[in-house]
């Protein structure tokens, strides 16, 4: 494996990326979009993670418009960010990545967690993606940190094929906005697939939460290879 | 084929054709301009670029071409100790404005490209506006002195204005995994564009003698990231 750490150009800012990639050639490249405990070991571990899997992972760091500090958390940066933001930055990574030798070209997925599981489902509107794993978002069906309206508004925008994962446990995302997000996508006539793990929380797939959620962990890994798998085949 | 700009030698390795191209300027290690520093110009020429190696040492040691010894590595720290920031600007700089000059070089399409003490050059010499692009090489003084005591290429981040490409072995013991995440975190507070690669299995000078290395996948990998680099950056 190898792991790359820089910038990439959005109009005239830099933003932060963290990629690990296989030696040989890539199945495709995965966008991986952080949550609010923002830019830390745990999704480098998760970027790290998809490129074992012989994908090129690439975490962004969507807080670089606060100039958080190292280690410092997203909640409040996340406040300065709308869909307009979220979809440039995501945009500009789909568009490096396709400059890349070690990509096979177009061929680009997101991986979001928490708040980055809102961003995934929010550019999932953006074309040249080919799927978007959204694991508990807890924006999808509610107001956005920033104010925007929740992006289940723009379910008729989204060209993305979706697998939305939450856990049955999570106290920021109740049945009825996972209910809602489906008859949205539903009523948008959208290929998506949900999976809920009743007896886990929020952030179940976090590397802290081991031992509790080891069962539902490798049952999702499972199901996001799976569905990679198919999106590029 | 052996050059001089003005009282600079240099060694230039050009594609077939008067074509115009954009151009690389090498920059050795700390050894001098030897087999291996016009080993890679010819490379870059056979890749389609003007490849243009330099002698910064000309002011004290013109004709220093050093053995990959210890006696060699000392006998080169000292030439590499009579350079300074301001002397190695004004030979990347004069390599530029002699590249600009030439019909058979794409005017303004000027990246760098440095190994060891010349990955150093190419990091404190991305400062100058003519240099598009700067790769560089496992350079020890980005996070260490300069070997004639001018503080860490670092201390010039803020000013640089090319997009940077940096490779580094995991396995370098001159250049630790702590200076290469000061590095990252200087660039991403400085704001600038810059990719850092790290091959996990790799020493120092990795890149070096690699004519069969090639063969190695991570040699080949940096081989590859460079050139999609350059396209990016100069074409």
């Given at each position: 494996m190898i792991t790359e750490q820089g910038t990439i150009p959005v109009g005239t800012g830099a933003m932060p990326y963290y990629l690990a990639r296989p030696n040989g050639a890539a199945k495709a490249a995965v966008i991986m979009l952080e949550g609010f405990s923002g830019f830390d070991a745990e999704i480098k571990r998760v970027t790290d993670l998809v490129a074992g899997a012989g994908y090129v992972g690439c975490a962004i760091d969507y807080y670089y418009r606060k100039n958080l500090a190292p280690g410092e958390r997203g909640d409040q940066a996340a406040k300065a960010l709308g869909k307009d933001e979220l979809c440039a930055d995501v945009a500009a990574a789909r568009d490096w990545l396709n400059t890349?030798?070690?990509?096979?070209?177009?061929k680009v997925a997101t991986w979001g967690f928490g708040f980055g599981g809102t961003v995934a489902f929010v550019t999932?509107?953006?074309?040249?993606?080919s799927a978007a794993v959204a694991f508990y978002g807890q924006s999808i069906a509610r107001t956005m940190p920033?104010?925007?309206?929740?992006?289940l508004a723009d379910a008729a925008s989204v060209r993305t094929p979706m697998l939305l994962v939450f856990g049955g446990q999570d106290r920021q995302i109740t049945q009825d906005d996972s209910g809602r997000i489906a008859s949205s996508l539903d009523a948008a006539h959208k290929k998506y697939e949900i999976q809920l793990y009743p007896n886990v929380g929020h952030s179940f797939f976090r590397e802290s939460s081991g031992t509790l959620a080891s069962r539902e962990i490798a049952d999702a890994w499972d199901r996001v290879q799976a569905f990679l798998e198919r999106r590029f085949a | 084929m052996q050059i001089a700009i003005g009282t600079m030698p240099a060694y230039l390795a050009r594609p077939a054709g008067d074509a115009p191209r954009p151009a690389v300027i090498v920059l050795q290690e700390i050894?001098?301009?030897n087999a291996e520093v016009k080993r890679i110009a010819d490379l870059l020429a056979s890749a389609g670029y003007v490849a243009l190696a330099i002698n910064?040492?000309?002011?004290?040691?013109?004709e220093l071409n050093e053995p990959y010894t210890q006696e060699g590595l000392q006998t080169g720290f000292a030439a590499a100790g009579a350079t300074s920031r301001e002397t190695l600007r004004a030979d990347v700089a004069a390599a530029a404005t002699w590249l600009d000059e030439q019909a058979f070089v794409q005017t303004g399409h000027i990246a760098t490209w440095g190994f060891c003490f010349g990955g150093s050059v190419a990091f404190v010499t991305a400062t100058l506006p003519q240099i598009k692009a700067a790769v560089a090489f496992y350079g020890g003084s980005i996070a260490s002195p300069f070997p004639n005591g001018e503080p860490e290429g670092l201390a010039d981040a803020p000013a640089i204005v090319a997009p940077l490409l940096l490779a580094f072995g995991a396995k370098d013991t001159y250049i630790t995994p702590e200076h290469v995440a000061r590095i990252e975190a200087a660039l991403v507070a400085a704001g600038k564009i810059f990719h850092v690669v790290v091959y996990p299995e790799k020493d120092h000078a990795f890149f070096r003698d690699s004519q069969e290395a090639l063969g190695d996948p991570d040699v080949a990998d940096a081989w590859k990231r460079v050139r999609a680099f350059l396209h990016e950056t100069i074409g």
């Open positions: 890349q030798d070690f990509v096979p070209f177009g999932a509107t953006l074309p040249g993606l920033n104010g925007d309206p929740s992006p | 050894f001098g301009v910064y040492y000309h002011r004290t040691h013109p």
